[in-house]
């Protein structure tokens, strides 16, 4: 997943320096930065609807230090991707979140569900489109608090994690969306 993370980032430090000097007082603004190299968003306008879910009937979102929503975008002629986001906590258990997702992923196919610690990517991005469409698997070694349910291949998932509170009185889940393309396709 983190392949094309090392050049979007340099892409996107170079593209929006300028802009970030001029907007130095609006953080919560999404910035979107169009140029000749390239076209980019970034914002914290993340949400389970930007991420082709519903919202949980109840959820909140949840905000935590350094862990934002995150939407982010970028197209050049080489290639595209396009990640979002979104952390939210409800008082429901965990299967009930988990039964409501895999009914609303089925829309993009083959709903699988995973088993890990809670440190998993998820999703890769590849670098050619063979590897882009290989359908996601489950990681690791299947055990863990966190559940997790995939649908799509690896250049166009979506995710969702949900993991009950160690009390069990709430559960947090996010809902993720990753796509990305070589030289041709849409974002």
């Known amino acids: 997943m983190l392949r094309y993370l090392a050049p ?24 979107d930065v169009q140029s000749s190299v390239g076209d980019l968003h970034v914002g914290k ?13 109840g959820a909140r979102p949840k905000h935590e230090q350094n ?19 979104a952390k939210y906590e409800s008082s429901d258990p965990a299967d009930k979140i988990l039964a409501y997702y895999k009914e609303k992923m089925k829309k993009y196919g083959t709903v699988l569900e995973c088993h890990h610690q809670g440190d998993n990517n998820g999703a890769h991005l590849d670098d050619n489109d063979e590897d882009r469409n290989r359908p996601l698997r489950c990681e690791g070694d299947g055990s863990g608090p966190v559940r997790e349910l995939k649908v799509g291949n690896e ?33």
């Open 155 to 187: 250049g166009n998932a979506h995710i969702v994690d949900v993991e009950p509170s160690a009390g069990g009185k709430s559960t947090t889940f996010s809902i993720v969306y990753v796509r990305s393309r070589g030289k041709t396709g849409d974002i």
């Open 45 to 57: 306008d993340a949400d389970a609807h930007a991420a082709g879910l519903p919202v949980y009937p």
């Open 67 to 85: 862990n934002e929503p995150l939407n982010l975008a970028i197209q050049t002629e080489s290639f595209g991707m396009k990640v979002v986001i």
């Open 8 to 31: 979007a980032s340099l892409f996107a430090c170079i593209i929006i320096q300028p802009a970030l000097a001029q907007n130095s007082n609006n953080s919560d603004k999404p910035l």
